[in-house]
């Protein structure tokens, strides 16, 4: 995940493309080293991928608490998953908006081998999570809880317009470990 | 040793706007508290100390570039009118979204210290504005204007 490629992307943040830059993108590949993406790019990328994780973590919980492969003798897994399921769905849509806002932030050259959205090759697949739901649960607030502050590190390498949508975007992730919290305590 | 010379002037004002957004959460969240009993009361309260902590630091941001911090009203016109505990909820939640604004204000600056300073008091208003709202959103602070329109829905 910190090997990011070097792809020709540009961030949407300045709004001023130079055309010619789109236009010779084709030609600029022959050369001997490929262009290094600026530094306030790679934080973009490595954001898109944090929140590219966190919904796969997300998915994959919830295809666990509504799938049939709980493990026997655990109370009431019917009304557990919908419980959870409930309380689970807002925070993956919270997630999915994030990772919206933060590819459109990205503008990737047409033709480039990034371009359009990245390959199923380069998103974390399915992650392993915990099965029982309380230690599902605990699994998420600890991943929020290191997303925010993941998030919050990103700022000083980042123009203004991204920085700002960082820090929203970890003031929300931050407000999620309340409501997971509030999760873990009626799980008892 | 920082005078006002090291301080770009949009630094100034983006601290004076989060100091008024501030005093006048002060002010709202005493009337919220009025409004209030039990927990919920003890919640404004909590929420009044921690804005009133906030304008000081302002403050003292503010004189150590060697600029005057514009003093407090001594009243501020609410968005809202409040005679229920609801409106008084409301009015906390109205009082949070305007700081999460302006503190979106502060981490637009160039200087790392006061992007983070204005992050995590921005978290910290998130977090009093989702619970008493009851839930979570997207994105504290930043206007649906701010926000590019997908082009297309993505999974």
């Not at chain 2, 770009?8 to 983006?14: D, F, I, K, N, R």
């Amino acid at each position: 995940m910190a090997a990011l490629p070097t792809r020709r992307v540009v961030l949407a943040a300045g709004a001023t493309l130079p055309l010619a830059a789109m236009a010779g993108c084709g030609g600029v590949d022959v050369l001997a080293a490929p262009p290094r993406p600026a530094p306030d790019v790679e934080v973009l990328r490595s954001a898109i991928a944090a929140e590219q994780l966190m919904i796969a973590r997300y998915a994959a919980v919830l295809r666990d608490g509504s799938g049939s492969a709980r493990p026997a003798g655990g109370g009431s897994p019917a009304t557990m998953s919908a419980d959870l399921d409930r309380l689970l769905a807002p925070l993956l849509a919270q997630h999915k908006a994030h990772l919206a806002q933060l590819r459109s932030r990205l503008i990737v050259p047409a033709g480039s081998r990034a371009a359009g959205p990245p390959p199923s090759g380069h998103s974390p697949g399915t992650p392993t999570v915990p099965a029982a739901p309380a230690a599902a649960v605990a699994f998420l607030r600890a991943a929020e809880q290191a997303a925010a502050t993941a998030m919050l590190n990103r700022l000083p390498h980042a123009p203004a317009p991204v920085a700002q949508l960082f820090a929203s975007i970890s003031a929300s992730e931050a407000t999620h470990v309340p409501v997971l919290d509030a999760a873990l305590r009626a799980a008892g | 040793m920082s005078g006002p010379a090291a301080s770009p002037p949009g630094t100034v004002a983006a601290l004076q706007s989060a100091l008024a957004a501030e005093e006048a959460a002060v002010y709202g969240y005493g009337i919220v508290g009025a409004n209030l009993t039990g927990s919920p009361q003890a919640a404004a309260k909590a929420g009044w100390v921690a804005h009133q902590t906030a304008a000081d630091a302002l403050e003292a941001m503010l004189q150590s570039r060697g600029a005057q911090p514009t003093a407090a009203a001594a009243g501020y016109l609410l968005p809202i009118t409040v005679r229920s505990d609801s409106e008084a909820v409301s009015l906390a939640v109205i009082l949070e979204d305007r700081i999460e604004a302006a503190y979106l204000g502060l981490v637009a600056l160039n200087s790392t210290a006061i992007r983070q300073f204005g992050a995590l008091q921005l978290r910290a208003a998130a977090l009093r504005a989702a619970a008493w709202r009851g839930s979570t959103v997207a994105f504290p602070g930043l206007p649906a204007s701010a926000l590019a329109a997908p082009q297309r829905h993505e999974s």
